[in-house]
C-alpha cells in the first residue's frame, strides 16, 4: 500500500522532475555516446565551454591513474594523448559528480553515494568490455545507476524518511521499502529522469531494471549493472557491507564467472581508487 502524502505514482514522478537538470554540455556528452557526430573537436568545444568541467577533465587527466609525462594542459592535448572514450567518460565522471554534489544536502552521504557509484562504473566498463558490449554506456549507466536514490532524498525528504523507517520496521531491500511508501522504486525513478534527459534508451534500461534481473527477461546493459553492482559491493567500493543477492541468470546470459574476473580485480581497483581519490570522496 502506497502510504506516502502522495495519491500516484504520476505525482511522485511530477515530484521529483523538480530535481535540476544537468548542465547542457554534460547533457550532450552523455547523449554522444551513441552518437557518431560527436567528433575529438566537437568535444573538446564542449568541455571548454564549461570552466568547471574543463578544470575537472584536466585533474582527472593529470591524476596518477594516467601519469602522463609533463602532465596534460589542454582538453585537446588530452584526448590525442588519452583518446577520445576515455576524455569523454571522464568529462561525464566529473560534470556527473560535480552537479549531485552541489544538488546534494546535508543528510544524505554524498561520499558514500559516489564512491558507489564510481565502484559500479568501473566494474560494469570492465564486464561491458570482456562480453562486446558498449564500455561508454556501462560506464555511465554504472555511474547513474542509483541516482533515483538522490532525487528522492532531495526531492522528497519525508517520503525518505518514511521508506527508511519502513525498511528498518521490515528488515527489507530499499527497493522493497520504496515501492511499499512511494508505489515505485529508486531504480524507476532513475530511469524516469535519464529519459527525460534524453540519454541513450540502453542507459535507462540499465538503470530501470539492474534489480529486476532476477526475471527470465532483462536487457544484457541491465543484468551488467546488476553484476557490476554485486562486484563493487564485495570490492568494498562504498555499499552498506552487506553483499547483495547475485542473479545466476544474469551471469548466465553475461556468460560470466567471477572466477574469470578474479585476475583483473587489482585493475578494477585501482582505476576506482584513483578517481575517488581525484574528486575527493577516497
Known amino acids: ?30 547523449r554522444s555516446i551513441d552518437d557518431d557526430s560527436m ?7 564542449k568541455i571548454e565551454s564549461d570552466l568547471g568541467m574543463l578544470a575537472g577533465v584536466l585533474k582527472l587527466a593529470n591524476s596518477s591513474r594516467y601519469a602522463v609525462r609533463g602532465g596534460v594542459s589542454s582538453p585537446q592535448q588530452a584526448v590525442t594523448i588519452l583518446g577520445f572514450n576515455a576524455i569523454r567518460n571522464l568529462a561525464c565522471l566529473d560534470g556527473l559528480s560535480s552537479h549531485f554534489r552541489e544538488n546534494s544536502h546535508d543528510d544524505f552521504n554524498f561520499g558514500k553515494f559516489m564512491r558507489h557509484s564510481i565502484g559500479v562504473a568501473c566494474c560494469a566498463k570492465f564486464i561491458a568490455r570482456r562480453i562486446h558490449l558498449n564500455p ?78 532476477f526475471d527470465d527477461v532483462s536487457s544484457r546493459m ?7 553492482e554485486v562486484l563493487s559491493h564485495a570490492l568494498d567500493f562504498g555499499g552498506s557491507g552487506q553483499v547483495p543477492p547475485l542473479s545466476h541468470g544474469a551471469m548466465m546470459r553475461l556468460e560470466l564467472s567471477f572466477q574469470q574476473m578474479q585476475s583483473h580485480f587489482g585493475e578494477i581497483e585501482d582505476e576506482y581508487s584513483d578517481f575517488a581519490k581525484v574528486l575527493g570522496v577516497d
Open 39 to 45: 567528433t575529438p573537436q566537437l568535444l573538446t568545444r
Open 222 to 228: 541491465a543484468d551488467t549493472v546488476h553484476v557490476a
Open 136 to 213: 561508454d554506456i556501462a560506464f555511465v549507466a554504472g555511474l547513474l545507476h542509483d541516482v533515483g536514490q538522490l532525487v528522492v532524498a532531495v526531492t522528497l525528504p519525508g517520503e525518505l524518511h518514511a521508506v527508511m523507517e519502513y525498511k528498518k520496521r521490515q528488515d527489507c531491500h530499499i527497493s522493497v521499502a520504496e515501492h511499499a511508501v512511494l508505489g515505485i522504486d529508486h531504480a524507476g525513478i532513475g530511469a524516469h529522469l535519464v529519459d527525460r534527459w534524453n540519454f541513450p534508451s540502453a542507459i535507462g534500461e540499465a538503470i530501470g531494471g539492474h534489480h529486476h534481473v
Open 1 to 30: 500500500m502506497n502510504t506516502s502524502s502522495f495519491k500516484s505514482t504520476e505525482e511522485i514522478l511530477g515530484a521529483v522532475e523538480s530535481f535540476p537538470s544537468l548542465p547542457q554540455a554534460v547533457v550532450e556528452i552523455i
